[in-house]
């Protein structure tokens, strides 16, 4: 089972911040929060993965709270494009390979 | 584009007949992964490789059901007699096994979609 919570649907304007939440309350000291996303009909596209330190690359922002009980994953600057479900996962930092467990994730759905 | 390719993109098939899906993954990553999605739901776990080595297979996968990775490249997902609840998106993913990174990031392929009439 997924060990994450997160809204089944979300709205935001074209070009403002898109923040999706998730909730990990369970997590564990080893595990890592990756985010991917969903586009209709393709496959699902690697965003970013945290620890505990905020992360971000050109596609995001990652902020995971002290307590490692929730994170946000922030799209500065929403587009049309970033309409998409958006998957939420926890995953041990273990050196073997572990797959990855979907939820139901959050649609997001950018207005223009 | 040297990303995961999927093919066919699209399958449909009568009930009873046999399908094969090929997974190319990204070259030198060598770790494979096979994920199944139905509508309205996330990918679900199915099966991986590290190199040629089958690790570890899901409870859905079921005996009609076998994947190959002979050489530890491409990989191969085998669907005998298939039936109506096969229905899905067959997704490939791949990763790369390291000495210094401890966590590995799966990267996807566009999937295969298979219709069973």
């Known amino acids: 089972d997924a060990k994450t919570t997160q809204p089944p649907s979300m709205d935001c304007a074209e070009g403002r911040a898109a923040n999706l939440p998730c909730n990990h309350s369970?997590?564990?000291?080893?595990?890592?929060v990756y985010w991917y996303r969903q586009i209709h009909s393709q496959g699902p596209q690697y965003i970013i993965h945290g620890l505990k330190n905020n992360e971000t690359n050109e596609m995001a922002s990652l902020i995971i709270t002290e307590d490692r009980k929730s994170s946000t994953l922030i799209l500065p600057h929403a587009t049309l494009r970033d309409t998409a479900v958006y998957y939420c996962i926890v995953r041990p930092s273990l050196q073997g390979a572990q797959k990855l467990v979907f939820g139901q994730g959050t649609r997001l759905t950018i207005n223009p | 584009d040297t990303g995961v390719s999927q093919d066919p993109r699209h399958k449909i098939t009568k009930r009873g007949q046999n399908v094969t899906f090929r997974c190319d993954p990204i070259?030198?990553?060598?770790?494979l992964y096979w994920y199944r999605q139905t509508l309205g739901q996330g990918p679900e776990f199915l099966t991986y490789?590290?190199?040629?080595?089958?690790?570890?297979k899901s409870r859905l996968l079921s005996d009609r059901f076998s994947a190959e990775r002979p050489k530890g490249s491409f990989s191969t997902l085998e669907i005998q007699r298939t039936e109506q609840g096969d229905s899905a998106m067959y997704l490939c993913?791949?990763?790369?096994?390291?000495?210094?990174?401890?966590?590995?990031?799966?990267?996807f392929g566009p999937g295969t979609r298979l219709t069973v009439l």
């Open positions: 490789f590290q190199n040629e080595a089958q690790l570890e």
């Open positions: 369970t997590i564990s000291g080893n595990e890592y």
């Open positions: 993913a791949s990763s790369s096994q390291s000495t210094t990174v401890i966590t590995d990031t799966q990267y």
């Open positions: 070259s030198e990553h060598n770790r």
